[in-house]
């Protein structure tokens, strides 16, 4: 019986340099030949899983309706930190039990929704024959990955849990005239991203959507006076404020770098003022 194409993605802080991401792929496939294997990203800085946990909250909603996502940034591999896969309405995901999966559980609880498909991997059958103390992105979690993209049960995997472990989510304050963030990640364009999102500004303005470019926002040394529709609004060079593509508030700089040029960092606090 042939198998359907399943698409299985894999981000890690493996880096392209050796063979690791390669190797895993090779799992994948001895297993299910025709998974089809995507690579959201491999430059995770190494154990960073606030990183991840941001990154695979960014990217799942745009893969098709049950893609397997496996995310390998594991500090603790070795330990008695829990292999796990989480099924949602959307996605399965293959990973340490560590905080990677924070954002997507805040999301869903957010939406009034709960998890009930969670499951430790411990089924042996479904790891390769040999499991090492360092590398259960080989040995564990592409496979099983591959095995449910088979149609293997996620219930044979292992017995259901709760309680998964959680990162610390930075807190957002908001009263009549002021929004108070942080900063929560730098992109490689030296953007930096906060957990400010349009919708909140949007309250602060008293439900006008319009109106959320008529504010102040401060972080670190940059003053900034209302929010750009686009990068072109600004010229080169000058910092800006722009709703960027995951639909949160980030501080740029137009054709440069605004972690380098300002010194702006993760943990940076952010606030918005509205006008009067």
Do not use: W
């Not at 695979?56 to 896969?85: E, K, L, N, Q």
């Not at 949602?88 to 559980?105: H, K, M, R, S, W």
């Not at 963030?181 to 490689?188: A, M, R, T, V």
């Not at 605004?258 to 940076?268: M, S, T």
């Amino acid at each position: 019986m042939s198998i359907p194409p399943r698409i299985i993605t894999l981000t890690t802080d493996f880096g392209t340099s050796d063979a690791y991401v390669g190797v895993m792929k090779g799992v994948i496939l001895g297993i299910n030949p025709n998974a089809q294997v995507v690579d959201i990203t491999h430059a995770v800085p190494p154990q960073d899983i606030h990183e991840a946990a941001f990154l695979i909250h960014a990217a799942y909603r745009y893969f098709p309706t049950d893609t397997i996502h496996v995310i390998v940034v594991d500090p603790g591999v070795g330990s008695d930190r829990r292999a796990i896969v989480c099924q949602t309405e959307q996605a399965l995901f293959v990973c340490p039990d560590n905080g990677i999966l924070t954002y997507l559980l805040h999301e869903i609880e957010n939406d009034g929704k709960q998890l009930e498909n969670i499951v430790a991997i411990q089924n042996p059958v479904y790891c390769l024959p040999e499991v090492s103390q360092t590398f259960h992105g080989r040995d564990i979690f592409a496979p099983v990955a591959a095995h449910l993209s088979r149609g293997v049960p996620l219930a044979e995997m292992g017995p259901s849990v709760r309680d998964l472990v959680r990162l610390p989510i930075p807190t957002l304050e908001i009263s009549d005239d002021k929004l108070t963030g942080e900063i929560i990640k730098i992109d490689s364009f030296g953007n930096a991203i906060s957990n400010i999102s349009e919708s909140l500004l949007t309250c602060l303005q008293g439900g006008s959507a319009a109106e959320i470019y008529d504010c102040e926002i401060r972080v670190g040394s940059v003053k900034l006076k209302g929010l750009n529709r686009s990068y072109a609004d600004s010229e080169i060079g000058a910092p800006l404020a722009i709703i960027g593509s995951s639909g949160v508030l980030e501080i740029a700089v137009n054709g440069g770098s605004a972690a380098a040029i300002f010194g702006l960092k993760r943990g940076d606090t952010v606030t918005i003022h509205r006008f009067d």
